[in-house]
């Protein structure tokens, strides 16, 4: 907005326009052409909203709601919010559904939190859409039932919701209200993926590299959607692409970038990294030979849990590669990693009559 076109909205104002106080309210609120000022936002918005302007009513719920411009106050920001939305201001009807859902303001009501969501569902509301299928799915103010929650994420995500792009790709993956149908899982996937949603990208590698046919143009998208959510900071998609890279899957084996993203990972914590890093210390593939490095990633991996890990950890230490020989160590991760089921130690410990 231009600095005569603002004059020309305050001189409206100034006249009674409460369509113009409102405007005038969000220029203060935003700071736009004049200095911010949430004093002057919430005396125009209160002013708009005392004349019938629904955008000013809803505004000041919210003013009051943060308190900015006037003292915090759940109870007169819902106030404000069920009086726009009783007289059909929509943002508002999504407001109160979201407060009855966590109770701010009023007490907490699921019946009448899905009330309201539906309200703004119907009215093309994505994010309302979305709300009203998490309803169904978990049975919050509506009797549970996974095909109307699939139904309504499916509308959400076809009016460009990301979130409920990424559920449609899920339920599709699992069948969930919906036949399985990994094809169609996979474009959902990659379109939440587009709008920079990580786990769609690592979930659509998935669907590529596992669950559809395993020829070269899946295996490729599988290693481009692992390496886009690997980038975006996805852990495990880190071991994903390593592990491509070291295999030749999907791209050209280069042990150099396998090192780059296990590294990666594993300082990050990812345990699966950690284990591969470890193997990669072993045996030398992509960087120098050090058995010291390999005992102390596997160990890293071992504690977190990983049965593989604690496996190669049990034979480092019973031979003492990297590491001062230990059998009753070596028997320890053996039987750590037996309880979680690894054959390997299983049959490591058989052979020592354990």
């Known amino acids: 907005m231009e600095r005569e076109e603002f004059e020309a909205l305050l001189e409206r104002a100034e006249a009674g326009d409460a369509g113009a106080q409102a405007k005038i309210g969000f220029c203060y ?11 002057k936002a919430f005396q125009w918005f209160e002013q708009a909203a005392s004349m019938g302007d629904l955008r000013g009513l809803f505004s000041l719920g919210a003013m009051y709601e943060d308190g900015r411009g006037v003292e915090q106050d759940d109870g007169k920001a819902f106030e404000c919010y069920i009086r726009a939305a009783g007289e059909g201001f929509v943002a508002a009807w999504e407001k109160l559904a979201y407060l009855y859902y966590i109770g701010k303001g009023t007490e907490r009501n699921y019946a009448k939190s899905f009330e309201w969501y539906l309200k703004a569902a119907e009215r093309e509301n994505a994010q309302a859409q979305f709300n009203v299928g998490h309803c169904y799915r978990y049975g919050e103010g509506v009797p549970k039932d996974d095909k109307k929650a699939t139904e309504w994420e499916l509308k959400a995500a076809e009016s460009g919701y990301v979130p409920a ?4 790709g899920n339920n599709y993956f699992n069948g969930l209200g919906v036949e399985t149908d990994f094809e169609e899982a996979s474009k959902w996937y990659e379109r939440a993926a587009a709008k920079g949603e990580i786990n769609a990208s690592y979930n659509a590698g998935i669907c590529y590299y596992n669950k ?15 390496l886009q959510a690997a980038k975006g900071g996805h ?6 692409v390593g592990n491509c890279y070291q295999n030749g899957v999907g791209t050209e084996q280069n042990y150099e970038e396998m090192i780059f993203w296990y590294q990666k990972g594993a300082e990050a ?21 050090n058995m010291q490095k390999a005992v102390e990633w596997t160990a890293k991996s071992a504690e977190q849990g990983l049965a593989e890990a604690m496996d190669n950890l049990g034979l480092y230490y019973y ?35 354990l």
């Open 212 to 226: 559809l046919e395993r020829n070269q143009g899946n295996l490729a998208r599988a290693f481009r959607c692992f």
């Open 235 to 240: 852990l495990h998609a880190c071991f994903r």
């Open 319 to 353: 031979n003492g590669y990297g590491v001062k020989k230990d059998d009753e160590t070596a028997i320890y991760w053996w039987k750590k990693a037996a309880e979680l089921g690894n054959q390997s130690a299983l049959r490591h410990l058989q052979k020592l009559g």
């Open 165 to 168: 792009m990424h559920n449609t």
């Open 29 to 39: 609120f935003t700071g736009d052409v004049v200095e911010q000022n949430d004093d």
């Open 269 to 289: 914590g990812e345990k699966q990294c950690q284990l591969a890093l470890g193997i990669a210390y072993n045996m030398g593939w992509g960087i120098e030979k």
